[in-house]
C-alpha cells in the first residue's frame, strides 16, 4: 500500500477558506418593519437582515417603484443609500452614531437589525408619499434581496388635488413629482401619482 502524502499546503488553506465563506449560497432574509407608513409618520423603521457570512458587510438602497411595478426600472431613482456590518455599530469618538444605521445587536452572528430614523436629515425626501423599493446589495453591487416600501398620504381636512401636464399639449404628465410648498415653511406635502390615460 503507498503511503499517504498530505495534500500541498495551498490547498489546504484553500479549503479552509471555501468552508468560511458565505453559507452555501443561502439567500439572505429581508424585511422591514414597518412596510407601510403615512407621510406624517415619526419614528424608525427596523431592518432586519438574516443569512449573512460572519462581519458581512451589506449596503441598503432605496429606490423609488414610480409606476408600482415593483421592479426597479430606468425611470426610478435612488434616494438613499447606507452601509451596514454585522456586528458592528458607527462610532464618533468613541460615542455611539445615532444618525448613521448599524447592527444593534452588536453580535457577530450572521445576522443585523438596523434601524433608520423617519423623517431623517432630508425632511422633504421622507414626506414623498408614494411607491418605493428598498434592495440589498453586498460588497460587490450584487443585488441579494428587494422589498416594497410605501408612503402613503395622510388625509388632512383641507388638500389639494389635481393633474399635472405638460405645458405644450396639455397631456397628463405621469410619475410626476409634485410639491405643495408653505410660503413661510419647509414643503407641507409632497407625491407623485400616474393618471389615468384619458385624464386632463
Known amino acids: ?10 490547498l489546504a488553506v484553500l479549503a479552509l477558506g471555501l468552508a468560511a465563506g458565505p453559507a452555501c449560497g443561502q439567500t439572505p432574509g429581508f424585511t422591514i418593519s414597518p412596510a407601510v407608513i403615512t407621510n406624517d409618520f ?5 431592518f432586519t437582515i438574516t443569512g449573512l457570512s460572519n462581519g458581512q458587510q451589506v449596503t441598503v438602497q432605496r429606490w423609488t417603484d414610480l409606476n408600482g411595478d415593483g421592479v ?9 443609500a447606507f ?11 468613541g460615542v455611539r452614531n445615532i444618525n448613521q444605521p448599524g447592527d444593534q445587536d452588536g453580535a457577530t452572528n450572521g445576522q443585523i ?12 425626501l421622507d414626506r414623498f408619499a408614494g ?18 416600501y410605501t408612503v ?9 388635488t389635481g393633474y399635472a401636464t405638460a405645458a405644450d399639449t396639455g397631456a397628463p404628465l405621469t410619475n410626476a413629482l409634485v410639491v405643495l410648498v408653505s410660503p ?11 393618471p389615468p390615460a384619458s385624464s386632463r
Open 131 to 148: 411607491n418605493y423599493l428598498y434592495r440589498l446589495v453586498d460588497a460587490s453591487g450584487t443585488p441579494l434581496a428587494t422589498n416594497s
Open 83 to 93: 452601509k451596514v456590518t454585522d456586528g458592528k455599530v458607527p462610532m464618533i469618538g
Open 1 to 10: 500500500m503507498a503511503p499517504f502524502v498530505p495534500p500541498p499546503p495551498r
Open 42 to 46: 415619526c419614528g424608525q423603521d427596523v
Open 113 to 124: 437589525t438596523a434601524k433608520l430614523n423617519i423623517p431623517g436629515a432630508s425632511l422633504l
Open 184 to 194: 413661510n415653511g419647509p414643503a407641507a406635502t409632497a407625491s407623485w401619482r400616474t
Open 152 to 160: 402613503l398620504q395622510q388625509t388632512q381636512s383641507q388638500g389639494v
Open 72 to 80: 426597479i426600472g430606468a425611470d426610478d431613482v435612488m434616494q438613499q
